[in-house]
């Protein structure tokens, strides 16, 4: 047999076996316990890797804020759609998605007024694609324009919380509120997987109890005394509370709503993107309402200017 030439293209025998030995000698090189791991390890790495990578980007700059809202944005909405297109809906996913990621841009840049424009401009799209594509439903519309409005346009109150504050503390008070939603979110969780007896909302979420609903609205009232110390907010104590309750009782709803919607959808997880949580919206889904909740109840309670 006449040895294969320098330039002769490589079989792709060869080259699927070279992969395969590549493969096992990254597999060998694995430690043993990051082989296999556990489903609370799997979520505990993704859990933590969104973390850090939300603080990092609301902390550094208002940019990276931007940035970071207008990926989660457009990420959201396109699980959102997918999920409705399984429950015999025909969203508009693209003109939805662009409007969802353009809604942070037009607050970061023209304040509330953008929001306002780009809502105009989605729903004259809408309405252009409805008179002109036949198989459009009045429902499919609707339906467009709520998912654009839920992941996009919710999230810029982070936006208007980020910008009233000179930095670094419009990022930290931003930060404030995501911890607010964490703890929210760990409190009710933690309390509900062992002492949780009363369902709150046994069809819609069965997991979810009562006593995990209070434990939950005591952790977010806590992080919003704390941001009472942040310079520039002008907050009393029992104005925080009062703020942390009302934040809680958004988040909660939030999370319901999502779990509605994955219900009527007939979905477990709205997506794969964050192993051992599901989806980004999974994820976000607290956030949602929180994030306008906490810049209404700032700017109208005087708390931060505007």
Known sequence: MEPRRADEAVPEEDERTRKERLKDFAQDKTPKKLKNPTNFQVRFRTGFVYIVVSVVCVLASEWTTLALLVAMAGITAGEFYYMLRQDAKLPNEMLGIIAAMLYPVSVFFLGLDGALYVSLALLLALIVWYVFWMRARVPDVGVSFFGAAYCGMLLSGIIVVREALPAPWGGVLVLGILLSVWANDSFAYLVGSKFGKHKLAPRTSPKKSWEGFFAGLAGSAVFWCLMTLVPGVTMSVPQAILFGLASGLMGVLGDLA?????????????????????????????????????????????????
């Open 258 to 306: 999502e779990s509605r919607i994955k219900r009527n959808s007939g979905f477990k997880d709205s997506g794969t993107i964050m192993p051992g949580h599901g989806g980004l919206l999974d994820r976000c889904d607290s956030l949602f309402l929180v994030a306008v909740t906490s810049a209404i109840l700032l700017v109208a309670g005087g708390c931060i200017p505007y």
